[in-house]
């Protein structure tokens, strides 16, 4: 029976001037090996799993933005893995205000709103 094969691709900030997103993609054994990279067809025919590969595809910050917004209206949301969630957000924004209005002898304020 063939080892089951897992596809990964990530998103890395190309350069040092912050413009411009590669996308990166490797093939990985069941244990996590790495098999192979993804490369583009015309690029380097013959790399090593540890040499530098160039991105599967290259986008600017515009088609990275509209592919996050490609991907979000079809239900892709971002891991809990270290990213904060908009309704935690609003949460944590909500208890500042409570602290900040307690502090400043404003009570009312909450009510108005």
Not at 27 to 42: C, F, N, Q, T, Y
Not at 60 to 78: I, N, T, Y
């Amino acid at each position: 029976m063939k080892p089951e094969l897992d596809t990964e691709l990530r998103a890395f900030r190309d350069d040092a001037f912050r413009q411009g997103i590669g996308i990166y993609g490797r093939i990985r054994d069941e244990d996590g090996k790495m098999l192979a990279a993804l490369v583009p067809s015309e690029s380097h025919p013959k790399i090593g799993l540890y040499d530098k590969w160039p991105p599967l595809v290259r986008l600017s910050d515009e088609e990275a933005q509209l592919l996050m917004d490609s991907l979000w209206k079809c239900g892709v949301r971002p891991s809990e893995r270290g990213h904060a969630d908009v309704t935690s957000i609003q949460r944590h924004l909500e208890d500042m205000r409570t602290i900040a209005f307690f502090k400043l002898g404003i009570h009312e304020a909450r009510a108005k709103r």
